[in-house]
């Protein structure tokens, strides 16, 4: 994978948990550096965003990552384990 669409696939990835983590957590003011659990995200909505993931990128968040740093930290931790196909796919 070339550095450039490694570069679209996490920005793609940031652009898709920010979205994601909004609208689980009704929650508009959501930023890469916010923490999951300090905007009010707990287990059972961890595993529905994961679910999320999944169903659109074919892999899941790392809950440990998810949970103990933050969603810009988790973002690009998921889009290592993705490929550039499945993110195109959901654009």
Known sequence: MSAESEEDTVAEVERLTLSWVEEILDEPDVTLADNFLDLGGHSVLAVRLSK?????????????????KDLGSAAADLASRVGPRSVEETA
């Open 52 to 68: 999320q993931a999944r169903q659109h990128l074919g892999a899941e968040y790392d809950l440990m990552v998810l949970f103990e």
